[in-house]
């Protein structure tokens, strides 16, 4: 899918617009347009996290931001290019030693861990070198048993040559490799993943592994040597975040919160009552199990306006209450920037993702919101209210329309 940065921007003919409302409007019959693209965060959103946290820089490094700071991330591989606020939930590096294999609890006899070259992925420290033979193996042991859920092992790897590298992890109990994958570790540094869902609690096994047993065999490995450097290891559930570097315990990433708060923040813009349009402009990542949020107003008696990715199929939804929402045929595209809007006007309401069907709906939306909650909702006004459900990926761009937009104008602004 092409990039649909600066759609928001094309102004609309006045024909297109129709009876808009323009009052307190940007131009374009918009009364609030907010562009994280741009690395600054508008004075009307409020913004925390009770830890530090990371992400990519416009020069692509792994970077830290101070607690309670916005993180606006940029593409790790189109490097400059931005992606947003960086909006995640709670999570925790269950490796520890993260930077520090030397550290792990095993390893064959045919490994060597040095020192290696250059710089790690933060263009700080000094990464580790790992030289493995074709029968060797090297992996690190969570310090703490785990539920029943999906885990995902990350880490940065780089080589001076291309090189083929077994990335496992398992649960310990009976050592059978549940997830593996080949790596071909390029000399440009990449962040690779591998996961597996486990079935019951135990402790988490994870890390390198050359052999290749044969067939029937629970390892299959490459069975090549291979020497590569490596830096960031991570051990996580559901699946990959920012980077949490660890030392000898355990490391917990907070969730981040971005809220637009009941006030003159909130009702100097927000002017539609229980008519308007929103857009939105967010990256996406890989499926998960779980429904991940893009933007909700406020919860009041369980009704609100809520704009998700459901969960595994990645199809957008719009829910007023729980159970009742309306879905679009049509996914959201993983691993690109992807549009969506929503246009309501009491029980009538239309979404549209990605140019797509526009789907109509008859939900019922009768309380004008007073709060406007960021990649997660907020029951409250003042928090994420469900860390479970966060978007866990950058927001690039929101805008609202205090009236209701025509089906083809929903269709043509994501396009």
Same mark, same amino acid.
């Given at each position: 899918?092409?990039?649909?940065? =600066?759609?928001?921007?094309?102004?609309?003919?006045?024909?297109?617009?129709?009876?808009?409302?323009?009052?307190?409007?940007?131009?374009?019959?918009?009364?609030?347009?907010?562009?994280?693209?741009?690395?600054?965060?508008?004075?009307?959103?409020?913004?925390?996290?009770?830890?530090?946290?990371?992400?990519?820089?416009?020069? =692509?490094?792994?970077?830290?931001?101070?607690?309670?700071?916005?993180?606006?991330?940029?593409?790790?591989?189109?490097?400059?290019?931005?992606?947003?606020?960086?909006?995640?939930?709670?999570?925790?590096?269950?490796?520890?030693?993260?930077?520090?294999?030397?550290?792990?609890?095993?390893?064959?006899?045919?490994?060597?861990?040095?020192?290696?070259?250059?710089?790690?992925?933060?263009?700080?420290?000094?990464?580790?070198?790992?030289?493995?033979?074709?029968?060797?193996? /090297?992996?690190?042991?969570?310090?703490?048993? /785990?539920?029943? =859920?999906?885990?995902?092992?990350?880490?940065?790897?780089?080589?001076?040559?291309?090189?083929?590298?077994?990335?496992?992890?398992?649960?310990?109990?009976? =050592?059978?490799?549940?997830?593996?994958?080949?790596?071909?570790?390029?000399? #440009?540094?990449?962040?690779?993943?591998?996961?597996?869902?486990?079935?019951?609690?135990?402790?988490?096994?994870?890390?390198?592994?050359?052999?290749?047993?044969?067939?029937? #065999?629970?390892?299959?490995?490459?069975?090549?040597?291979?020497?590569?450097?490596?830096?960031?290891?991570?051990?996580?559930?559901?699946?990959?975040?920012?980077?949490?570097?660890?030392?000898?315990?355990?490391?917990?990433?907070?969730?981040?919160?971005?809220?637009?708060?009941?006030?003159?923040?909130?009702?100097?813009?927000?002017?539609?009552?229980?008519?308007?349009?929103?857009?939105?402009?967010?990256?996406?990542?890989?499926?998960?199990?779980?429904?991940?949020?893009?933007?909700?107003?406020?919860?009041?008696?369980?009704? /609100?306006? /809520?704009?998700?990715?459901?969960?595994?199929?990645?199809?957008?939804?719009?829910?007023?209450?729980?159970?009742?929402?309306?879905?679009?045929?049509?996914?959201?595209?993983?691993?690109?920037?992807?549009?969506?809007?929503?246009?309501?006007?009491?029980?009538?309401?239309?979404?549209?993702?990605?140019?797509?069907?526009?789907?109509?709906?008859?939900?019922?939306?009768?309380?004008?919101?007073?709060?406007?909650?960021?990649?997660?909702?907020?029951?409250?006004?003042?928090?994420?209210?469900?860390?479970?459900?966060?978007?866990?990926?950058?927001?690039?761009?929101?805008?609202?329309?205090?009236?209701?937009?025509?089906?083809?104008?929903?269709?043509?602004?994501?396009?």
């Amino acid at each position: 899918m092409r990039s649909l940065l =600066g759609r928001f921007h094309r102004p609309m003919s006045r024909g297109a617009m129709g009876d808009m409302l323009t009052m307190n409007s940007l131009g374009d019959g918009s009364t609030l347009s907010l562009d994280f693209t741009t690395g600054v965060l508008d004075s009307r959103l409020t913004f925390t996290r009770s830890t530090t946290a990371t992400y990519i820089n416009s020069s =692509g490094y792994v970077t830290s931001a101070a607690i309670n700071a916005p993180r606006f991330d940029y593409s790790p591989t189109n490097i400059g290019e931005p992606r947003g606020l960086l909006i995640e939930g709670q999570a925790t590096n269950m490796c520890n030693w993260s930077s520090a294999p030397q550290s792990w609890v095993a390893a064959s006899s045919g490994t060597t861990i040095t020192d290696g070259s250059g710089l790690a992925p933060d263009n700080l420290s000094t990464p580790k070198q790992l030289a493995m033979t074709d029968s060797a193996y /090297h992996y690190q042991l969570t310090s703490a048993t /785990h539920t029943a =859920g999906v885990y995902v092992f990350s880490m940065w790897l780089k080589a001076s040559s291309t090189q083929l590298l077994g990335i496992r992890i398992c649960r310990n109990a009976d =050592g059978a490799i549940k997830g593996m994958i080949t790596a071909t570790v390029t000399t #440009s540094w990449q962040r690779f993943n591998v996961s597996f869902t486990s079935n019951a609690t135990d402790a988490i096994d994870f890390g390198f592994d050359q052999r290749n047993f044969g067939a029937g #065999s629970s390892v299959v490995g490459p069975a090549v040597a291979a020497t590569f450097l490596m830096w960031g290891a991570q051990v996580e559930a559901g699946a990959v975040s920012s980077h949490i570097p660890t030392g000898a315990s355990q490391v917990t990433r907070a969730v981040d919160t971005a809220i637009i708060a009941a006030g003159t923040n909130f009702s100097s813009w927000y002017t539609g009552g229980t008519t308007g349009t929103f857009v939105t402009e967010w990256c996406r990542c890989n499926p998960t199990t779980t429904q991940r949020t893009v933007i909700a107003t406020s919860d009041v008696s369980n009704q /609100h306006l /809520h704009q998700y990715i459901a969960a595994t199929t990645s199809r957008l939804r719009l829910a007023d209450k729980v159970p009742a929402f309306i879905e679009t045929a049509n996914a959201s595209i993983d691993n690109s920037i992807n549009k969506g809007a929503f246009s309501y006007s009491g029980s009538v309401q239309s979404l549209c993702l990605n140019g797509g069907t526009v789907v109509p709906g008859t939900l019922t939306f009768t309380t004008a919101p007073t709060w406007l909650s960021i990649g997660g909702p907020s029951t409250n006004g003042t928090s994420i209210t469900d860390t479970a459900v966060v978007l866990n990926n950058a927001i690039r761009k929101i805008k609202y329309f205090p009236a209701r937009l025509s089906d083809a104008q929903i269709k043509e602004i994501t396009t």
